[in-house]
């Protein structure tokens, strides 16, 4: 069975530090996704990962995908107020449907 | 904007009614797959439809069930509610055409309430 997991679950964090998310996952996936979610909104789409050594990078935001290891990271640099949300890192095996991890609560304070 | 659309967006039902929640998929795109996320957890997967047949299910008893339509829009239907289906429903719209690119889109979901 298929099964992801988030650390940390929360992480509260000053304005300007750098800090990762972590996700890993206990069988092979293809492919590794990154969500955001604003408290009583939907799950907006951040990156899709495909392979072994995939990074991509969007604004403050960079993931990584290693394979091998089984874990992709969420790397927030500078961090500023409007990045506070839950992010959710899922995967599935090429069939669109997804196995989400437990969520990242993350608040950004001055 | 993602171009997938669910209705309504809020909605309280009684403990053993029925409901019925409805969702547009992003154009071009032919497999729906819906989600329950509760309260401060992560989305949980239903099941999913493609080419108007379901196409795999989670953890989920019979009493949710599904529709696709020939235009891809689908429906979810939850028979003889309980107070634990109180959550955020979300629908996922996707490709599975090649070269049709690899994002899941997410509508903005139904919020179910059951009292």
């Known amino acids: 069975e298929l099964k992801v997991e988030q650390n940390p679950l929360f992480l509260s964090m000053q304005e300007g530090k750098n800090y990762t998310i972590y996700c890993n996952y206990s069988?092979?996936?293809?492919?590794l996704y990154w969500y955001r979610q604003d408290p009583g909104k939907s799950l907006e789409s951040l990156f899709v990962?495909?392979?072994?050594?995939a990074v991509k990078q969007e604004g403050r935001l960079m993931a990584s995908l290693d394979t091998k290891a089984r874990l992709s990271t969420l790397h927030i640099t500078a961090a500023v107020h409007d990045l506070s949300a839950t992010y959710f890192c899922?995967?599935?095996?090429?069939?669109?449907?997804?196995?989400f991890g437990t969520g990242t609560r993350l608040q950004v304070f001055p | 904007e993602t171009g997938v659309t669910q209705s309504p967006t809020h909605l309280i039902k009684t403990r053993g009614q029925q409901v019925t929640l409805r969702c547009s998929s992003q154009s071009g795109h032919n497999t729906v797959s819906w989600y329950q996320q509760a309260l401060g957890q992560g989305p949980q997967f239903i099941f999913q439809?493609?080419?108007?047949?379901?196409?795999g299910r989670g953890n989920f008893p019979p009493r949710f069930s599904g529709l696709q339509f020939p235009n891809y829009s689908s429906e979810l239907n939850v028979n003889a509610l309980e107070l634990d289906d109180s959550a955020l429903y979300l629908c996922a719209s996707s490709s599975k055409r090649r070269g049709s690119g690899n994002t899941i889109y997410f509508g903005e979901g139904s919020w179910l309430t059951v009292v």
């Open positions: 439809y493609y080419r108007e047949e379901e196409n």
């Open positions: 899922a995967v599935d095996h090429n069939t669109d449907k997804l196995i």
């Open positions: 069988t092979t996936s293809d492919r």
């Open positions: 990962l495909l392979s072994n050594g």
